[in-house]
């Protein structure tokens, strides 16, 4: 079992950034990408970014490239996702994935990733 827990959620103006990051434990060894994913209001859940616990390659929805980071601490065992210039549809609760699945962080399908946090919400006002 992986336990994931995510944190830096909040509210902020459009323009601004937030910085969230996700704490893993128990057999993380098993995991081969962590992703972040978020879901508004109304809207399906919906993969942004992930990467490859093992080498780093990335892997971000057009939506947030160029805006969003992705990055981790092995060391650490936590993930990050460096948030830029918001935008008030970015409005949402970010979850924080893993996969056992090696080709999961290549499509960011929700059904490739067995281990979900309880998700932290992201509010940006205009």
């Known amino acids: 079992q992986v336990q994931l827990v995510e944190s830096g959620g909040g509210s902020v103006q459009a323009g601004g950034s937030l910085r969230l990051s996700c704490a893993a434990s128990?057999?993380?060894?098993?995991?081969?990408?962590m992703g972040w994913f978020r879901q508004a209001p109304g809207k399906e859940r919906e993969g942004i970014a992930g990467i490859y616990t093992g080498g780093g390659t990335t892997n971000y929805a057009d939506s947030v490239k160029g805006r969003f980071t992705i990055s981790q601490d092995n060391g650490k065992n936590t993930l990050y996702l460096q948030m830029n210039s918001l935008k008030p549809e970015d409005t949402a609760m970010y979850y924080c994935?893993?996969?056992?699945?090696?080709?999961?962080?290549?499509?960011?399908?929700?059904?490739?990733?067995?281990?979900w946090g309880q998700g932290t919400q992201v509010t940006v006002s205009s």
């Open positions: 128990g057999y993380t060894y098993s995991i081969y990408c």
């Open positions: 994935a893993a996969a056992r699945n090696p080709s999961a962080c290549r499509w960011l399908l929700l059904s490739d990733f067995a281990y």
